[in-house]
């Protein structure tokens, strides 16, 4: 018995040992907590930092890799605070004549739709309206003249089918005859030449004649510009009936003041801006080209047009006028900067000129010319500067804050 209680005593004593043993199962919790505080670590940097403000630890490698990164050629620099920086490299521009005009359809894409009889217009399917997709052969009206007393297509048509059906038969009639003599040949003539315009006149008929009335088709694909006349209105053989636009060529017609008169052989191409629209068109960027200039004054007696074609292109409405600016004489190594880098205040212009990261100087400048698109700079403007060309407003916003937002930059 003793020998058995000193044995459980042994026992006891060495469990207590082992659960004082310094670390055992604390180390095995401290490494489970480190792997997981690891993983958050780990987890949180990468969540975080794109969206983190710049700290004072990673400041210097942000600026730095910022200037390294900078294109040295006509290339923006992106930042995510909206707004975007350019260097200034002197380059080509052209002078500018400032004036107005118009979009037009080419005369050859503008076809004139008229009634082929006299009756009452029937339009041939619902669809039928200013602006419509149309295309070559669809039919777009039918003239009826049921109702007519005097040219009445229904009984024209009968009457040439008639009319037709007996010239045929004495032709061939004829044909037999002459191979017998048994008619002269002025005779066979006679009846060939009736029968032929018989024919000729039936083909026309039954060609546009429908279940009805006449046909009027369109003979292009385009779509219908203008409608002239209305359901159930009496048109007469000839008239117009609608204006038919095909999708291929525009035309750009500029009015010049005779004071230009003698820039205008220099003249090659043109920027315009439509009404209703703050989008700027080339038409170079539309495989556009100069067709002419005007040899005298127009009606009104004082401007002088100058006429471009260009492809078609869906946005630009024929009829819809425009400011337009046309380019003349390159002006080599120009100061030219985008009109979105421009400031306005009280009628001055103000650019914003960096000088450090993300550090700025409001700047007054003289300007010249401009095609749509960008501006010719006189003075305040030097080769190699660096200037905000868009979110020009949020610069200056933040200027007023004496801090830009923070911000990542974009590569």
């Known amino acids: 018995m003793k020998k058995i209680v000193f044995f459980l005593l042994a026992i006891s004593s060495v469990a207590l040992l082992s659960c004082n043993h310094p670390g055992h199962g604390h180390n095995h919790a401290s490494e489970a907590d ?7 670590h780990d987890h949180d940097h990468d969540q975080t930092n794109d969206y983190e403000p710049v700290t004072e630890q990673n400041q210097d490698y942000e600026t730095s890799h910022e200037h390294s990164a900078r294109p040295e050629a006509d290339e923006s620099h992106e930042h995510n605070h909206e707004y975007k920086t350019q260097k200034i490299n002197l380059q080509t521009f052209n002078e500018v004549v400032k004036t107005s005009g118009q979009i037009l359809a080419p005369p050859a894409g503008r076809i004139e739709i008229v009634a082929s009889g006299s009756g009452k217009v029937v339009f041939a399917n619902n669809h039928t309206s200013e602006g419509a997709n149309i295309s070559a052969n669809e039919i777009l009206f039918l003239i009826s003249g049921k109702e007519l007393i005097e040219n009445n297509i229904d009984l ?16 061939e009639r004829a044909q037999k005859l002459i191979k017998d003599h048994i008619i002269s040949e002025k005779e066979y003539l006679q009846i060939k030449a009736e029968y032929e315009q018989s024919k000729a006149a039936y083909d026309v008929l039954s060609g546009q004649f429908r279940k009805g009335g006449t046909s009027v088709t369109s003979p292009v694909k ?7 006349v209305s359901g159930g209105q009496y048109v007469e053989t000839g008239q117009k009936l609608a204006t ?33 629209s703050n989008k700027t068109y080339d038409t170079e960027g539309l495989n556009g080209r100069r067709i002419s200039f005007g040899q005298s004054l127009n009606t009104s007696g004082r401007y002088i047009p100058v006429i471009f074609e260009m492809d078609y292109h869906p946005d630009l409405f024929p009829g819809a006028y425009a400011r337009i600016f046309l380019k003349g004489t390159p002006l080599e190594n120009s100061v030219v900067i985008p009109k979105t880098a421009l400031l306005e205040e009280q009628g001055q212009y103000y650019v914003f000129v960096e000088k450090n990261n993300d550090e700025f100087e409001k700047r007054m ?11 010719l700079v006189r003075t305040g403007l030097e080769q190699g500067e660096t200037i905000v060309v868009e979110g020009v407003y949020q610069v200056k916003l933040a200027s007023m804050s004496s801090e830009l937002p923070a911000h990542n930059h974009s590569h």
Do not use: C, M
């Open 34 to 40: 480190s792997h997981i505080h690891d993983e958050v």
């Open 244 to 276: 038919i636009i095909q999708r291929d060529k525009l035309r750009l017609r500029a009015e010049v003041s005779q004071n230009y008169a003698g820039r205008l052989q220099d003249i090659e191409s043109a920027s315009f801006i439509p009404g209703g």
């Open 156 to 171: 024209r048509y009968q009457q040439s089918l008639v009319n037709y059906e007996k010239l045929k038969t004495d032709f």
């Open 365 to 375: 400048i003289t300007l010249g010319t401009e095609d749509g698109h960008s501006v």
């Open 222 to 228: 385009g779509f219908i510009h203008e409608l002239y």
